[in-house]
């Protein structure tokens, strides 16, 4: 599929806009457009993992999702990581990887 139209349609899933709002469409097109790399979906992919929207809450899946992104620049997913390292949620716990 088209990875920038899956992450936007899942945007619109998410907050219903212009469509029904249906975390459970959401959730998959963020998950469908992060596998292809998209760093945006996988900091969104990874907030719906931490918070088990539409699918079993997973620390550690979403602490994968948010290094991906992370990796990839997205400032979100970098702060999201670096809480989740401060706080030993899906990671081992580790002040000096949540200050870097």
């Not at 993992?49 to 400032?75: H, L, T």
């Amino acid at each position: 599929g088209h990875v920038l139209g899956q992450y936007c349609l899942g945007n619109c899933y998410a907050d219903g806009k212009g469509v029904r709002q249906d975390d459970h469409e959401a959730t998959r097109l963020y998950g469908l457009a992060a596998d292809q790399g998209y760093a945006a979906a996988r900091y969104e992919y990874a907030c719906h993992c931490e918070q088990g929207v539409d699918v079993p809450q997973d620390d550690v899946k979403a602490a994968r999702y948010n290094r991906m992104a992370a990796e990839q620049g997205c400032a979100s997913a970098q702060f999201s990581l670096a809480n989740s390292y401060e706080q030993g949620r899906g990671v081992p716990q580790d002040d000096r990887e949540a200050a870097r």
